[in-house]
T-cell receptor, first 114, second 112 residues
Framework: KAGVTQTPRYLIKTRGQQVTLSCSPI?????VSWYQQTPGQGLQFLFE???????NKGNFPGRFSGRQFSNSRSEMNVSTLELGDSALYLC?????????????FGNGTRLTVT | KNQVEQSPQSLIILEGKNCTLQ??????????LRWYKQDTGRGPVSLTI?????NTKSNGRYTATLDADTKQSSLHITASQLSDSASYIC???????????FGKGTHLIIQP
């Protein structure tokens, strides 16, 4: 079974630009969540989608948005990029929210904002 | 405030030795505790998930323990191998997609 695929692996953008990251979950997984990982803050929850609906959102500004398509693939968009948005963005998929349902992470997109 | 504290921040041990990583949490309510291994440049991979009623769970050379009364967990690695070099992240879930609280991880280096 193929794992979670994130594209692109690396991105370099300039302040003020916008970026779109893509995530393809494991086949059959309907829940997709996004996380930002930085050395100082660790992993922080951005948002979660289930069956094309955003179910939960973390404490991030409105510049961070996402969506999920009918095939469960998800995209994350960041507008008006700031230097502080430089981070590893991880996508994870799972079967659901049961207590023993682990998250399966992709290898992330490394975003650098200059 | 819901927090997960991990110690030590970093650890260097020789190949073949055992080690124990610590995780203390103040998350409430508690649903489960997870340990993840993250290799450099890769996404985290699940090692164990433990619910309130589970005290010990093993995954090969990895053994996690949970004391829900003291809100402490540990991850013990037996007979370390070079491939164990990674960051180990403790995560506590209180329920819901936004209910995950992540520790900042322990960076483990195994030296030959």
């Amino acid at each position: 079974k193929a794992g979670v695929t994130q594209t692109p692996r690396y991105l370099i953008k300039t302040r003020g630009q916008q970026v779109t990251l893509s995530c393809s979950p494991i086949s059959g997984h309907r829940s997709v969540s996004w996380y930002q990982q930085t050395p100082g803050q660790g992993l922080q929850f951005l948002f979660e989608y289930f069956s094309e609906t955003q179910r939960n959102k973390g404490n991030f500004p409105g510049r961070f948005s996402g969506r999920q398509f009918s095939n469960s693939r998800s995209e994350m968009n960041v507008s008006t990029l700031e230097l502080g948005d430089s981070a590893l963005y991880l996508c994870a998929s799972s079967l659901g929210q049961g207590p023993n349902s682990p998250l399966h992470f992709g290898n992330g997109t490394r975003l650098t904002v200059t | 405030k819901n927090q997960v504290e991990q110690s030590p921040q970093s650890l260097i041990i020789l190949e073949g030795k055992n080690c124990t990583l610590q995780c203390n949490y103040t998350v409430s309510p508690f649903s489960n505790l997870r340990w993840y291994k993250q290799d450099t440049g890769r996404g985290p991979v699940s090692l164990t998930i433990m619910t309130f009623s589970e005290n010990t769970k093993s995954n090969g050379r990895y053994t996690a323990t949970l004391d829900a009364d003291t809100k402490q967990s540990s991850l013990h690695i037996t007979a370390s191998q070079l491939s164990d070099s990674a960051s180990y992240i403790c995560v506590v879930w209180r329920g819901g997609a936004d209910g995950l609280t992540f520790g900042k991880g322990t960076h483990l280096i195994i030296q030959p």
